[in-house]
């Protein structure tokens, strides 16, 4: 997942993702603004933080930040900079 230069008004570049059920993942997140700080947190269905594995803490780019994320259920999960949610948003759908 990218967060190009201009992201916080253009959002990222990847709205929606694809992953499987019942198998942890690594999520890459690319942060190429160097204009603002951005983050990545995943949400579950329910609307809760899913627990990942890495530094989910506002930061500018460029830079890159691996996150370890558990096995999922099947469903849709949203993700979203926590700086700019209303255009920064996506999908993660689980099957």
Request: net charge negative; glycine share 10%; charged share 10%.
């Amino acid at each position: 997942m990218t967060a190009p230069v201009g992201a916080a008004t253009a959002g990222f570049q990847q709205t929606t993702l694809d992953a499987a059920a019942g198998t942890p993942f690594t999520l890459t997140f690319d942060n190429q603004d160097n204009q603002a700080p951005h983050n990545l947190i995943l949400h579950n269905p329910d609307g809760s933080n899913v627990q990942v594995t890495g530094d989910t803490s506002f930061f500018t780019g460029p830079g890159q930040r691996q996150y370890q994320v558990p096995a999922l259920t099947a469903g849709t999960y949203a993700y979203m900079c926590q700086v700019h949610p209303t255009t920064m948003k996506g999908t993660l759908t689980v099957r």
